[in-house]
């Protein structure tokens, strides 16, 4: 016996399946996470050591791209876009400090940006930044941190690690993208590679 559907029927499940897509889109919205914990630093001897620098951290990121969003209330409900600022980088130093404190706490002999005779520095290749509103105001942001080391006398790096970095901060972009760039080092630093590579230039 032939199904007979009504006019009616098809109307409803149509919009039952359109409410459906909409309901699953904030599914896949970006949701607060705990970034993991630092690994531990391998710590080395850096009197015995080449002195290292942090010249630079660049971004392949285009100016204007859309990093990510403002989410509000319990649902996440998304509001206005964040975009990269090409000047945000070049407009800092906190960067370039944190790393030489960092290279410090592992052992390395760390020099200013033109001193040290292997130069580091760093390329973020990809970024997610998120902002949330609920209850407590705060931001998080992911990167993908392309590191080379250079013999300060030359311009072709003898060694490349990438990285993943994570943070979340309450308020404040570069709170959230410092704090991501610090846990990508860290992991830089707690690689047996990238202390093998320093060692080799001994």
Known sequence: MPLHISRWTVLCLLFSAAMMTLTGCSSVRPTPTVPEAAPPMIMVDGQSLPSISFT????????????G???????????????????????????????????????YRAQDPSGGQLHLDATIRKLSYNSYSYKVDFDQAECELDWRLYRATEEEPFFTFVTNG?????????????????????????????????GSQK
């Not at 630079?56 to 990093?67: E, S």
């Not at 209330?73 to 090409?86: F, N, P, Q, S, V």
């Not at 000047?87 to 404190?101: H, K, M, P, T, V």
């Not at 570069?174 to 991501?180: E, H, Y």
């Open 56 to 67: 630079k951290l660049f971004a392949d990121i285009p100016g204007g791209r859309i990093t």
């Open 166 to 198: 994570e943070g979340r901060v309450d308020g404040g972009q570069s709170g959230a993208i410092r704090v991501a760039f610090e846990l990508g080092l860290r992991r830089l630093m707690a690689a047996e590679d990238f202390v093998t590579a320093v």
């Open 69 to 107: 969003y403002h989410y509000d209330g319990l649902e996440y409900t998304r509001g206005y876009a964040h975009k990269w600022d090409e000047n945000f980088i070049n407009e800092s130093d906190d960067f370039g400090y944190l790393a030489q404190e960092i290279l410090g706490d592992a052992g």
